[in-house]
DNA sequence: CTGGGGAAGGGGCCC
DNA sequence: AGGGCCCCTTCCCCA
């Protein structure tokens, strides 16, 4: 499955990709290497393992339960369970873990249960009826699969519990799974010598939260031994002991190294089941939430619709609903704004946070169906298509052109009145467009201008520029940065006094940048190690874009929030009018 | 450097 | 509350 694993190009986001025939016309990148990617790739593999799952091509694993047959793949079935993974040895590698099973009756798994996490893990997409909904969750238990678990868990609406509770139900699962290879494997190293070439492996899968066993801090997986391939039932389960209970919290909730641990077999599985899985499992908090209102939202919306390969419907509800319980207990989310966990953003508007977190992920469910092409919002996605319909809804009043966009037309209007509302304060150049402005205030065109102008008064330095007396700029680099009109663009906390308006913008830049990224760590550690293990180049591309942006000049530290960076702005352009209102009263 | 087109992301409104 | 739709701003890219 590591071959599976979809690259994540950093040509994705820039060059449009035929997608069926990978035929691109591309420049090499720095190094002479060209990224293509193929997103439905991994799409088109897992549905062709499930072509052959469904003809019996290539099974080497059978699951049974309670008489049904399951022919289905060991890989696949590693790649999506925790409880195989940890069985076959998947997560040291691979190697010859576990490989002597070809039959596994789980007959604590009922059969519509099974065949509903089958379809999941073949297809990443759960059709259950309702009415199944809690086998299937106690499957997915049992089976290691979290993502399935928790959608279930949402569903049947047990999210009462507390934040903390529902962690520790989620780690109890996992040492449930756990425990289930473990038992399996002592079971074997016994009873060998019984079982022939084909085995059957029969498991008593005990019930998830009857008895927590401990997650081993410092190794929680037993590697499983690659032998392990006997057929028997396991014994039941017992409750945990005090030792054991002890044992596990100060391991799951003291020790991230053993959810690192779990963490690692996720990174063994790439492609599309380890990523929704590894969303899932990752949900518990190994650390202290780093703030109240962080929500969850994202854990499945954001993966959760698009092409509907995902688990959809009310996980994402039920997942937020969590998210935001406090420290004091249970609390609905109820307000509009919400906090993106990743760069702190105020995100207003209901259901808004899905979407602004795939800016972080990459994620880009909504495809166009002719080119191929990807949009992160389906609303981008129905403009897309007016491309290939030649559909131009904005048509100009005073010339042919006709547009794809409304504020194209409102900028191309703006060309016929010949309004040019934009001024640049400094030197007073007009333009049509703000951002074209606003480039210009970014640029040194304005400077030359105002150079040629000298400022009268003992404020002046020698080429003219005002040496900011009044603002003190003992700094070279903010000197500089007004002078290039980048003090409109400092960081609100530079400007609003926060920290030290001294500092220079490069050394507040770099400061900002590496809290962010700090932060974003942090979050990813929050919302699980396994998403950090899993993806965690996703998150820091996001912020490697975002670093590459401003180091190319881009406003170093600019906040993200155009308001507030319109309202600094605004509050710059004023002060520099009224500057230069006061010296035209000189 | 400027004008223009287009993409990306956020917010508001409505269902 | 979530999602669709729309508008807006900002940024990138190209001519």
């Known amino acids: 499955m590591e071959a599976m694993r979809q690259p994540l190009p950093r040509l994705q986001l820039t060059v449009p990709m035929p997608i069926k025939t990978g035929k691109v016309a ?6 002479g290497l060209i990224g293509i990617p193929f997103p439905e790739h991994s799409n088109e593999l ?8 469904r003809t019996g091509l290539l099974c ?8 049904a047959r399951y022919p289905t793949h060991r890989s696949v079935m590693a790649a999506v369970s925790l409880y195989f993974r940890r069985l076959f040895g998947a997560e040291e590698g691979g190697g010859e873990g576990g490989g002597g099973f070809s039959v596994c009756q789980l007959d604590c798994v009922a059969p519509d249960a099974l065949d509903a996490l089958l379809d999941f893990a073949y297809t990443a997409t759960l059709t259950i009826p309702s009415s199944g909904m809690r086998d299937v969750l106690r499957g997915a238990q049992l089976l290691g699969i979290q993502c399935v678990a928790d959608a279930c868990r949402d569903i049947l609406g047990e999210t009462a519990e507390a934040e903390g509770e529902t962690a520790e139900e989620q780690r109890a699962q996992h040492t449930t799974t756990e425990r289930m290879v473990e038992a399996q494997q002592a079971v074997e190293k016994g009873s060998r010598r019984k079982t022939d070439r084909k085995k059957v492996k029969k498991v008593g899968l005990p019930h998830i939260n009857s008895s927590p066993l401990t997650l081993l ?18 014994p039941s389960t017992q409750p945990p002991s005090p030792e054991q209970e002890e044992h596990l919290k100060s391991g799951v909730n003291g020790d991230p190294k053993g959810i690192r641990e779990v963490g690692r077999g996720a990174t063994v599985n790439g492609g599309l089941l380890h990523w929704l899985q590894d969303r899932r499992i990752a949900h518990q908090p190994p650390v202290p939430p780093l703030n109240d209102k962080l929500s969850e939202e994202d854990d499945m919306e954001g993966f959760g619709d698009g092409d509907g390969k995902y688990l959809h419907t009310s996980i994402p509800t039920s997942v937020a609903e969590r998210g935001a319980v406090g420290v004091g207990g249970r609390k609905r989310k109820s307000q509009t704004p919400q906090q993106c966990p990743v760069c702190q ?24 169906s002719t080119c191929g092409v990807r949009f992160t919002r389906n609303d981008k996605l129905k403009i897309h298509m007016r491309k290939h319909t030649g559909e131009r809804p904005y048509p100009c009043t005073h010339c042919p052109a006709r547009f794809l966009h409304s504020y194209d037309l409102k900028n191309h209007l703006s060309l016929h009145s010949g309004a040019r509302p934009f001024e640049c304060p400094l030197c007073h150049k007009a333009f049509a467009r703000e951002d074209h402005l606003q480039r210009h205030r970014k640029g040194h065109s304005c400077l030359e201008l ?5 400022r009268r008064g003992p404020e002046l330095v020698e080429d003219g520029r005002e040496d900011g007396g009044r603002r003190g700029l003992s700094n070279p680099l903010e000197a500089l940065s007004l002078q290039a009109h980048s003090s409109a663009f400092l960081p609100r906390t530079v400007l609003d006094g926060g920290g030290g308006s001294t500092a220079s913008p490069a050394l507040l830049f770099t400061g900002d940048m590496e809290s962010e990224r700090s932060f974003a760590l942090q979050a990813l550690a929050q919302l699980g190690p396994q998403r950090l293990a899993g993806y965690p180049e996703l998150f820091l591309r996001g912020l490697e874009m975002r670093g590459g942006r401003e180091a190319e000049g881009e406003d170093p530290g600019r906040p993200h929030s155009p308001p507030r960076q319109r309202d600094q702005w605004a509050d710059e352009g004023e002060e520099e009018i009224g500057e230069e209102e006061a010296e035209e009263e000189e």
């Open 26 to 31: 591309m420049s090499p990148g720095e190094d």
């Open 46 to 53: 897992l549905s062709r393992l499930n072509d052959q799952r």
């Open 60 to 67: 080497d694993l059978t699951l049974t339960s309670r008489g």
């Open 217 to 234: 801090p410092a190794s929680p997986f037993s590697h499983p031994s690659p032998a392990s391939d006997s057929l028997r039932s396991l």
């Open 345 to 368: 953003k105020i995100i207003h508007g209901a259901g808004k946070l899905p979407r602004h977190m795939r800016t972080h992920t990459g994620e880009k469910p909504f495809q166009c």
């Open 450 to 454: 105002r150079t040629r102008r000298p």
